[in-house]
């Protein structure tokens, strides 16, 4: 199974970002995905996650009305739409595979991808 996360970079606050995740090796259909971030000398934390269908999704609430998740299942791939960035955003984000559900937490999730440094200058 292997997850290529993509898209991050450096950008100013109040910017945008389209991160991709590019899923392998595994039924893509059948996992939720979810999307987690990690800034320096911080717990990994949930950002955003998507049931299989894509009908249902979650946010966390310093990312609600900013962040967008959503997928498509024939290219296997997952999305997050990052608008308005603020500083506090800058993190290494992680894509991760869920089987069959579409949890909150960082051990809900079976496999994970190598992450992308996002990067938000004030």
């Known amino acids: 199974v292997q997850l290529q996360a993509s898209g991050g970079g450096l950008v100013q606050a109040g910017g945008s970002l389209r991160l991709s995740c590019a899923a392998s090796g595994l039924t893509f259909s059948n996992y939720g995905m979810g999307w987690f971030r990690q800034a320096p000398g911080k717990e990994r934390e949930f950002v955003a996650a998507?049931?299989?269908?894509?009908?249902?999704?979650y946010y966390a609430d310093f990312v609600k009305g900013r962040f967008t998740i959503s997928r498509d299942n024939a290219k296997n791939t997952v999305y997050l739409q990052m608008n308005s960035l603020k500083p506090e955003d800058t993190a290494v984000y992680y894509c991760?595979?869920?089987?069959?559900?579409?949890?909150?937490?960082?051990?809900?999730?079976?496999?994970w991808g190598q992450g992308t440094q996002v990067t938000v200058s004030s």
């Open positions: 998507i049931k299989w269908t894509g009908a249902i999704t």
């Open positions: 991760a595979a869920d089987l069959l559900g579409i949890g909150l937490r960082p051990n809900d999730y079976e496999y």
